[in-house]
């Protein structure tokens, strides 16, 4: 349920401690690296900040120059002669250099010359800050609540806070006193997964702090009357308060309320970790920023608020909405009103289908585009779009240098690197970086969004063609047809084209759905997401979308397609068409007013989105 989290933790393990990749480096020549000895500094170096200046959130140097951080993610030497395997090759730093120094001061060459800033996550900081010429930025990621099991395991348990405490401390204090170093990342891509933290909690014994604040939760919700519990869920090995305090589990009871309570709960565990996060870091680092826990390309409202009180920036990994390198706007933008914080784009990526290391792209879902020039073209895009978000302040790319040919041990196998594992850079994709000034593109006044206000978009010749993930909607006008929602947190993105012969809506939304909910671990239809549309005061149409069924559709005349899932799969991806004649019209024409009301109800009706707009058919 962890997600990426897991292969990511893989991958750390793989590289061990700081310092570890280069213990057992050895070049073509036989040559061992050296000893690391990192930046001393007699005293505290200045801290780098945040600040807003004329509606912009910025990061600053510790010199006072304003600037946009763009990172790089797992700069490191790869495979070792140990580790190396010719079955399933993969980048070996050791096949092209005489010793880690070389290879170092190679890599810090190349970032600089293609316009980066910052080494991020996973990367060979000890062998790094070996090199003179280190002047990027560091931003480590720690590891300190998923190596303790937080938000999982207990998090009031000494013993989980001793561990979160040793892990901070030993991640910390080699490079506390670097001068380059701009903050820490808590963790990565936890998923904060509703019902599988309930059911944890649930497992644990009665003495648990996190059981048994969340035993007192539901005594206050429900007035300790286990009638009214009982509405909302379905009790296993408990029949009343007395065995609940002891042991059993509680399931989602379809059609209740229940799912409030638990988000209740998440809101909870997610105000404690942050705290505890932001103290043991102050502790061991007064100066360094607190840059969130890096959110897994979506997240709780519940979460990303109890982090606003501690983070210096929230931290979210940005999964291209399409392989086009665009992405839905509400991700960002209701994190950033949930918050008020900066954000930090701690991954984006891109791969292409033609690549050199043979990377088959087929085990994830990640946006892929054909070439190398495309991949190119869409990784400019997403970064200029996020140059034009006042509160986006940096973005991490993932990764330095290409997957292994047939994949890491989890088996994702993408084309995400800058290099390929040949140590040859990717011109195209590398140039894109290069041309772009982020400082300069990011002060610029961003123009005003086109929107449906300014009138509906024609429809392109098969709206549901390339239905598929990463390419369903891709071909619509999401700019001209984007409706702006009049909820003040939407977690979907709602968008409108025409025809002659039908309206069409598109509708782009995060549905967090877990097996886990439910006793059956089967999500029954009135649990299921509800999407209602109506046009022109006619008859509203309702469809059940997601959890990776058929849409179920209330008009026969409406044909609605689907694209959905449980469990890790989060995108609940819809396109409905509404014919004209269900609407006493023999056709729409140009200049025609349309009246829309939608509503979104999300999993269990956990979340509401509403969009009520007027707009006339463009031509």
Same mark, same amino acid.
């Given at each position: 349920? !962890?997600?990426? !989290?897991?292969?990511?933790?893989?991958?750390?393990?793989?590289?061990?401690? =700081?310092?570890?990749?280069?213990?057992?480096?050895?070049g073509?020549?036989?040559?061992?690296?050296?000893?690391?000895?990192?930046?001393?500094?007699?005293?505290?170096?200045?801290?780098?900040?945040?600040?807003?200046?004329a509606?912009i959130w910025? !990061?600053?140097?510790?010199?006072?120059?304003?600037?946009?951080?763009?990172?790089?993610?797992?700069?490191?030497?790869?495979?070792?002669?140990?580790?190396?395997?010719?079955?399933?090759?993969?980048?070996?730093?050791?096949?092209?250099?005489?010793?880690?120094?070389?290879?170092?001061?190679?890599?810090?060459?190349?970032?600089?010359?293609?316009?980066?800033?910052?080494?991020?996550?996973?990367?060979?900081?000890?062998?790094?800050?070996?090199?003179?010429?280190?002047?990027?930025?560091?931003?480590?990621?720690?590891?300190?609540?998923?190596?303790a099991?937080?938000p999982?395991?207990?998090?009031?348990?000494?013993?989980?806070?001793?561990?979160?405490? #040793?892990?901070?401390?030993?991640?910390?204090?080699? !490079?506390?006193?670097?001068?380059?170093?701009?903050?820490?990342?808590?963790? $990565?891509?936890?998923?904060?997964?509703?019902a599988?933290?309930?059911?944890?909690?649930?497992?644990?014994?009665?003495?648990?702090g996190?059981?048994?604040?969340?035993?007192?939760?539901?005594?206050?919700t429900?007035?300790?009357?286990? @009638?009214?519990?009982?509405q909302?869920?379905?009790?296993?090995?408990?029949?009343?308060?007395?065995?609940?305090?002891?042991?059993?589990?509680?399931?989602?009871?379809?059609?209740?309320?229940?799912?409030?309570?638990?988000?209740?709960?998440?809101?909870?565990?997610?105000?404690r970790?942050?705290?505890?996060?932001?103290?043991?870091? &102050?502790?061991?680092?007064?100066?360094?920023?607190?840059?969130?826990?890096?959110?897994?390309?979506?997240?709780?409202?519940?979460?990303?608020?109890?982090?606003?009180?501690?983070?210096? /920036?929230?931290?979210?990994?940005?999964?291209?909405?399409?392989?086009?390198?665009?992405?839905?706007?509400?991700h960002?933008?209701?994190?950033?009103?949930?918050?008020? @914080?900066?954000?930090?784009?701690?991954?984006?990526?891109?791969?292409?289908?033609?690549?050199?290391?043979?990377?088959?792209?087929?085990?994830?879902?990640?946006?892929?585009?054909?070439?190398?020039?495309?991949?190119?073209?869409?990784?400019?895009?997403?970064l200029?779009?996020?140059?034009?978000?006042?509160?986006?302040?940096?973005?991490?790319?993932?990764?330095?240098a290409?997957?292994?040919?047939?994949?890491?041990?989890?088996?994702e $196998?993408?084309?995400?690197?800058?290099?390929?594992?040949? #140590?040859?850079?990717?011109?195209?994709v590398?140039?894109?970086?290069?041309?772009?000034?982020? =400082?300069?593109? @990011?002060?610029?006044?961003?123009p005003?969004?086109?929107?449906?206000?300014?009138?509906?978009?024609?429809?392109?010749?098969?709206?549901?063609?390339?239905?598929?993930?990463?390419?369903?909607?891709?071909?619509?006008?999401?700019?001209?047809?984007?409706?702006?929602?009049?909820?003040?947190?939407?977690?979907?993105?709602?968008?409108?084209?025409?025809?002659?012969?039908?309206?069409?809506?598109?509708?782009?939304?995060?549905?967090?759905?877990?097996?886990?909910?439910?006793?059956?671990?089967?999500?029954?239809?009135?649990? &299921?997401?509800?999407?209602?549309?109506?046009?022109?005061?006619?008859?509203?149409?309702?469809?059940?979308?997601?959890?990776?069924?058929?849409?179920?559709?209330?008009?026969?005349?409406?044909?609605?397609?689907?694209?959905?899932?449980?469990?890790?799969?989060?995108?609940?991806?819809a396109?409905?068409?509404?014919?004209?004649?269900?609407?006493?019209?023999?056709?729409?024409?140009?200049?025609?007013?349309?009246?829309?009301?939608?509503?979104?109800? /999300?999993?269990?009706?956990?979340?509401?989105?509403?969009?009520?707009?007027?707009?006339?058919?463009?031509?």
């Open positions: 349920m !962890l997600g990426r !989290l897991i292969r990511l933790a893989l991958l750390v393990l793989s590289l061990g401690a =700081a310092g570890s990749v280069s213990a057992e480096w050895r073509p020549k036989g040559k061992l690296a050296g000893a690391a000895h990192g930046l001393p500094a007699e005293s505290p170096a200045p801290p780098f900040s945040i600040r807003k200046q509606g910025w !990061l600053f140097w510790p010199e006072g120059q304003r600037f946009f951080s763009v990172g790089v993610c797992c700069v490191h030497q790869g495979a070792l002669h140990s580790t190396f395997d010719p079955e399933n090759p993969g980048y070996a730093a050791w096949q092209h250099y005489d010793d880690s120094l070389q290879w170092a001061e190679a890599s810090l060459r190349r970032l600089k010359s293609w316009r980066f800033t910052t080494l991020g996550g996973w990367s060979d900081f000890a062998t790094l800050r070996q090199c003179k010429g280190q002047t990027l930025c560091l931003t480590p990621v720690l590891h300190i609540g998923s190596t099991g937080a999982w395991w207990d998090m009031w348990d000494p013993k989980n806070l001793r561990r979160m405490e #040793d892990v901070a401390r030993e991640q910390i204090l080699p !490079l506390r006193d670097d001068p380059r170093l701009l903050g820490y990342y808590s963790d $990565n891509e936890l998923g904060w997964w509703n599988t933290l309930w059911k944890m909690t649930l497992e644990q014994p009665p003495s648990s996190q059981r048994r604040r969340l035993i007192q939760l539901l005594r206050e429900y007035q300790n009357d286990w @009638k009214k519990l009982l909302d869920f379905d009790p296993e090995n408990a029949d009343g308060w007395r065995q609940l305090r002891r042991g059993g589990m509680l399931f989602l009871k379809s059609g209740g309320n229940g799912i409030r309570v638990m988000r209740q709960f998440l809101g909870l565990l997610a105000e970790y942050y705290q505890l996060m932001r103290d043991i870091i &102050r502790k061991y680092d007064s100066r360094a920023l607190f840059l969130g826990d890096r959110y897994q390309s979506f997240y709780y409202p519940e979460v990303a608020r109890a982090s606003a009180a501690y983070v210096d /920036a929230v931290s979210s990994n940005l999964n291209a909405s399409w392989s086009d390198g665009t992405f839905v706007r509400w960002l933008d209701t994190l950033h009103a949930l918050t008020g @914080k900066p954000i930090l784009v701690s991954e984006f990526y891109l791969a292409a289908r033609d690549n050199r290391s043979g990377n088959r792209n087929s085990q994830g879902l990640y946006p892929v585009a054909a070439t190398q020039p495309a991949r190119a073209v869409a990784v400019r895009r997403t200029e779009s996020l140059l034009k978000i006042p509160w986006v302040i940096g973005a991490d790319w993932f990764q330095y290409d997957q292994p040919t047939h994949g890491r041990a989890d088996g $196998n993408f084309n995400f690197g800058l290099i390929d594992i040949a #140590d040859q850079p990717y011109d195209e590398t140039a894109a970086f290069a041309s772009l000034d982020p =400082a300069h593109l @990011k002060a610029q006044p961003a005003p969004r086109l929107d449906a206000a300014d009138g509906a978009p024609r429809a392109p010749d098969d709206p549901f063609a390339h239905f598929e993930p990463t390419e369903a909607l891709m071909h619509w006008d999401r700019e001209r047809g984007f409706v702006k929602a009049s909820t003040q947190y939407p977690l979907a993105d709602l968008y409108v084209c025409w025809s002659p012969r039908a309206i069409y809506l598109g509708v782009f939304a995060s549905d967090i759905v877990e097996a886990a909910y439910y006793r059956d671990s089967f999500v029954p239809k009135s649990d &299921r997401a509800l999407w209602i549309a109506q046009i022109n005061g006619h008859e509203p149409v309702r469809a059940r979308i997601g959890a990776g069924r058929e849409p179920l559709v209330s008009s026969p005349g409406v044909r609605v397609e689907n694209l959905s899932g449980i469990n890790l799969s989060v995108r609940n991806v396109i409905m068409e509404i014919p004209a004649r269900l609407l006493g019209k023999p056709q729409f024409n140009a200049g025609d007013t349309i009246e829309l009301s939608s509503t979104l109800l /999300a999993h269990c009706q956990a979340y509401r989105m509403e969009w009520k707009a007027r707009f006339t058919l463009y031509p």
